[in-house]
């Protein structure tokens, strides 16, 4: 392998380049860009050795872990049954040296060689407290005790006891374990002879002294064994003090899990915990015919010691394998930095002008390639920086076409916002001529009627005909006039609307709004204004917000104009019923909101003078207006339904009973038709 940069003519520029003091340009970032290629390969290298040994490792210590923990639940399982087997034997010698004492009938023998033989069984069976021998009629006819004094014939009649009638009709009866003094555990065992005659033998037998075969049963170096009987009691356990506190196990999964399982291996539940709460391996076994069940358990941490050590072993292997990678990595890395190095400083110099520059690379791969297409590049690029003034002019040319049309759109912004600055100038001017407007419309509706009555009432009046004459050519001037009048009116209404249209063009931005907040932000601001307009009237404000009305996109001036307006007719409302009614009448003003899936719904209510039927017809026509004239200018109830309706694609009504109340009702959609304006024009 060969590298190596060398220029084919003596023109060659020098690649520009900011460096620090006495060291070459392009050499630090060199070394830079080397030193992160260098750095890349090496952790490439390692980690893909890392994830090949960790991949390899994981997979070998889950199989192992499967293996391992169904060969430890099976050799517990086998430790069950054998010590189960141990059990069932040890309560067979009993049963078979209880046995020996049913052979003789009644008839044979004396009581007192009787007593003879069960006080030898007692001393050669320590497990057997008591022993009662029953006569074939179940009349008890001998008892001897370590507990108590020996009773002969005492008479007392067990016929009709378990213990008599399970042993007459099955040979041989195991009791229930019961706990002497609630701490010893002792279970009945009788027996039956081959002869009718023979009786039933009755022992007491102490279960502590199974301890003696479940301590010889060894589980690992810290597990052990335990018997439980079928209602869960503790019945042996290496723990001596457990089985004498009477110890209930019941409250054990592995236990219920067992009892579940019904008499039968059960091996549903290999890890639970035991009564000391430490985690265990446990597995467990019927004792038949006694319904005891024999339990096993092992640490986990015991159980697991091997794996456990697999995998340290395994941290070892990795770490080793780590350090090897990274050795090799970095050779190779060595290897294939230099030749993409000498590749990065040769297209650094073409890319600061020096078209002449050649790489040279001889590794006969890839990066030689490379290395020629860079070279034909070079050349051609060389070909064509004679083109590149002409080019530049061209787009500077073009730039300064570009800044002039720059110029021309922020001369027409700025005219915009003189627009804007004239419409709210065009629309307070329209706002303060509305009411006298309003009122010289009604005066010339009001006047019309007035001169139509008054023509009713003269053509009924008894006038001579020069007078009759006189007062139809008055009417006839007034009537005149006052069409004049209402034509002008009808005029300045139209010129006065479209100057609130054209002004509200551009009043602000559409936006999506927590329609919650905006109500809340308008209710506040009308209710301070209201205030400080009467600073003696006060009124209740109740809301009632519905969390998901969440947002709608709307334009918020326009939307609050609405809202301002509605709830300073309420608070206008309201004062006019609290000087009607006095004290006794308290204001109140709520609002409210609700979602209505794709749409939201907002209502404004008060408790006023209400809205009486004939007004609330023409409520929203345009320029009407409850308040007499020179109060206020008002946005008026026809601009707010042109806002809600046509602008927004919304609805508004009104639900009012006279002298008790009015609620105006909006009802705006989420997202607003495509190709809406504000002022209502689409």
Same mark, same amino acid.
């Given at each position: 392998?060969?590298?190596?940069?060398?220029?084919?003519?003596?023109?060659?520029?020098?690649?520009?380049?900011?460096?620090?003091?006495?060291?070459?340009?392009?050499?630090?970032?060199?070394?830079?860009?080397?030193?992160?290629?260098?750095?890349?390969?090496?952790?490439?290298?390692?980690?893909?050795?890392?994830?090949?040994?960790?991949?390899?490792?994981?997979?070998?210590?889950?199989?192992?872990?499967?293996?391992?923990?169904?060969?430890?639940?099976?050799?517990?399982?086998?430790?069950?049954?054998?010590?189960?087997?141990?059990?069932?034997?040890?309560?067979?010698?009993?049963?078979?040296?209880?046995?020996?004492?049913?052979?003789?009938?009644?008839?044979?023998?004396?009581?007192?060689?009787?007593?003879?033989?069960?006080?030898?069984?007692?001393?050669?069976?320590?497990?057997?407290?008591?022993?009662?021998?029953?006569?074939?009629?179940?009349?008890?006819?001998?008892?001897?005790?370590?507990?108590?004094?020996?009773?002969?014939?005492?008479?007392?009649?067990?016929?009709?006891?378990?213990?008599?009638?399970?042993?007459?009709?099955?040979?041989?009866?195991?009791?229930?374990?019961?706990?002497?003094?609630?701490?010893?555990?002792?279970?009945?065992?009788?027996?039956?002879?081959?002869?009718?005659?023979?009786?039933?033998?009755?022992?007491?037998?102490?279960?502590?002294?199974?301890?003696?075969?479940?301590?010889?049963?060894?589980?690992?170096?810290?597990?052990?064994?335990?018997?439980?009987?079928?209602?869960?009691?503790?019945?042996?356990?290496?723990?001596?003090?457990?089985?004498?506190?009477?110890?209930?196990?019941?409250?054990?999964?592995?236990?219920?899990?067992?009892?579940?399982?019904?008499?039968?291996?059960?091996?549903?539940?290999?890890?639970?915990?035991?009564?000391?709460?430490?985690?265990?391996?446990?597995?467990?076994?019927?004792?038949?015919?006694?319904?005891?069940?024999?339990?096993?358990?092992?640490?986990?941490?015991?159980?697991?010691?091997? @794996?456990?050590?697999?995998?340290? /072993? &395994?941290?070892?292997?990795?770490?080793? %394998? #780590?350090?090897?990678?990274?050795? +090799? *990595? $970095?050779?190779?890395?060595?290897?294939?930095?230099?030749?993409?190095?000498?590749?990065?400083?040769?297209?650094?110099?073409?890319?600061?002008?020096?078209?002449?520059?050649?790489?040279?690379?001889?590794?006969?791969?890839?990066?030689?390639?490379?290395?020629?297409?860079?070279?034909?590049?070079?050349?051609?690029?060389?070909?064509?920086?004679?083109?590149?003034?002409?080019?530049?002019?061209?787009?500077?040319?073009?730039?300064?076409?570009?800044?002039?049309? @720059?110029?021309?759109?922020?001369? /027409? &912004?700025?005219?915009?916002?003189?627009? %804007? #600055?004239?419409?709210?100038?065009? +629309? *307070? $001017?329209?706002?303060?001529?509305?009411?006298?407007?309003?009122?010289?419309?009604?005066?010339?509706?009001?006047?019309?009627?007035?001169?139509?009555?008054?023509?009713?009432?003269?053509?009924?009046?008894?006038?001579?005909?020069?007078?009759?004459?006189?007062?139809?050519?008055?009417?006839?001037?007034?009537?005149?006039?006052?069409?004049?009048?209402?034509?002008?009116?009808?005029?300045?209404?139209?010129?006065?609307?479209?100057?609130?249209?054209?002004?509200?063009?551009?009043?602000?931005?559409? /936006?999506?709004?927590?329609?919650?907040?905006?109500?809340?932000?308008?209710?506040?601001? +009308?209710?301070?204004?209201?205030?400080?307009?009467?600073?003696?009237?006060?009124?209740?404000?109740?809301?009632?917000?519905?969390?998901?009305?969440?947002?709608?996109?709307?334009?918020?001036?326009?939307?609050?104009?609405?809202?301002?307006?509605?709830?300073?007719?309420?608070?206008?409302?309201?004062?006019?019923?609290?000087?009607?009614?006095?004290?006794?009448?308290?204001?109140?003003?709520?609002?409210?909101?609700?979602?209505?899936?794709?749409?939201?719904?907002?209502?404004?209510?008060?408790?006023?003078?209400?809205?009486?039927?004939?007004?609330?017809?023409?409520?929203?026509?345009?320029?009407?207006?409850?308040?007499?004239?020179?109060?206020?200018?008002?946005?008026?109830?026809?601009?707010?339904?042109?806002?809600?309706?046509?602008?927004?694609?919304?609805?508004?009504?009104?639900?009012?009973?006279?002298?008790?109340?009015?609620?105006?009702?909006?009802?705006?959609?989420?997202?607003?038709?495509?190709?809406?304006?504000?002022?209502?024009?689409?």
């Amino acid at each position: 392998m060969s590298l190596s940069l060398h220029p084919d003519t003596p023109q060659a520029r020098t690649l520009p380049s900011a460096a620090p003091d006495g060291v070459a340009p392009g050499v630090a970032a060199e070394k830079g860009i080397r030193t992160r290629l260098f750095a890349k390969y090496v952790a490439l290298f390692v980690v893909v050795v890392a994830v090949a040994l960790l991949a390899n490792g994981l997979f070998e210590v889950f199989f192992y872990y499967r293996e391992h923990k169904a060969s430890l639940i099976r050799v517990q399982h086998e430790q069950a049954e054998a010590a189960a087997a141990k059990i069932g034997q040890f309560v067979k010698e009993i049963e078979s040296q209880l046995g020996w004492t049913t052979q003789l009938p009644w008839s044979a023998g004396s009581i007192e060689q009787r007593r003879f033989d069960a006080l030898r069984l007692l001393r050669q069976v320590p497990a057997i407290t008591e022993l009662a021998q029953v006569d074939s009629a179940g009349k008890e006819r001998l008892r001897v005790s370590r507990l108590a004094m020996d009773a002969i014939d005492s008479g007392l009649d067990l016929s009709a006891d378990p213990k008599f009638t399970e042993a007459v009709a099955h040979k041989v009866y195991y009791g229930p374990v019961y706990f002497r003094r609630d701490s010893e555990p002792y279970m009945t065992l009788a027996l039956t002879g081959a002869r009718k005659d023979a009786g039933v033998s009755i022992a007491e037998v102490n279960l502590k002294l199974i301890w003696d075969v479940v301590s010889q049963i060894k589980v690992g170096e810290h597990g052990h064994a335990y018997v439980v009987g079928p209602e869960g009691r503790l019945i042996a356990h290496p723990d001596i003090s457990l089985v004498l506190r009477n110890t209930d196990m019941s409250s054990l999964a592995q236990v219920r899990a067992a009892q579940a399982a019904s008499g039968t291996m059960s091996d549903a539940l290999p890890e639970a915990r035991n009564i000391q709460g430490q985690k265990v391996l446990t597995a467990s076994a019927p004792i038949a015919p006694l319904h005891w069940t024999m339990f096993v358990e092992l640490p986990v941490e015991e159980a697991y010691a091997a @794996l456990y050590a697999s995998l340290q /072993r &395994l941290a070892i292997v990795l770490l080793a %394998a #780590s350090i090897f990678a990274v050795l +090799a *990595g $970095i050779f190779l890395a060595r290897r294939m930095v230099g030749p993409i190095q000498a590749l990065r400083s040769g297209a650094e110099r073409m890319g600061g002008g020096d078209f002449s520059q050649r790489i040279s690379i001889k590794t006969g791969d890839e990066l030689e390639g490379l290395a020629d297409q860079f070279n034909d590049m070079g050349a051609r690029l060389q070909e064509s920086y004679t083109d590149l003034e002409n080019k530049v002019e061209r787009r500077t040319a073009q730039l300064r076409q570009s800044l002039n049309e @720059l110029r021309t759109a922020q001369d /027409r &912004l700025v005219q915009t916002e003189k627009l %804007a #600055s004239l419409g709210q100038l065009t +629309a *307070g $001017i329209a706002h303060e001529i509305k009411n006298p407007l309003n009122f010289v419309n009604n005066f010339a509706s009001l006047s019309a009627e007035l001169i139509d009555e008054l023509n009713e009432v003269l053509e009924s009046a008894k006038l001579d005909d020069k007078t009759r004459e006189e007062v139809e050519e008055l009417t006839r001037m007034l009537k005149g006039n006052l069409e004049k009048v209402a034509q002008h009116g009808k005029r300045a209404d139209s010129i006065v609307k479209n100057m609130l249209l054209h002004s509200r063009e551009g009043s602000g931005d559409q /936006r999506v709004v927590e329609i919650n907040a905006l109500v809340e932000e308008s209710l506040n601001l +009308a209710y301070h204004g209201a205030r400080a307009e009467k600073p003696g009237f006060n009124v209740t404000l109740q809301r009632d917000f519905d969390p998901a009305a969440g947002m709608v996109d709307v334009y918020p001036q326009e939307i609050t104009r609405v809202f301002l307006n509605l709830i300073s007719n309420g608070f206008y409302a309201a004062a006019k019923r609290k000087e009607r009614d006095g004290d006794a009448f308290e204001p109140t003003l709520s609002a409210a909101t609700k979602d209505l899936g794709d749409k939201v719904e907002i209502r404004i209510r008060d408790n006023g003078t209400g809205i009486p039927p004939e007004v609330k017809e023409k409520i929203f026509n345009p320029f009407f207006t409850t308040k007499p004239a020179g109060e206020g200018t008002g946005l008026g109830l026809s601009m707010s339904h042109d806002i809600v309706v046509k602008q927004h694609g919304g609805t508004i009504d009104v639900n009012t009973t006279p002298g008790v109340f009015t609620e105006f009702i909006i009802t705006l959609p989420r997202a607003m038709a495509a190709g809406s304006i504000p002022g209502g024009k689409t």
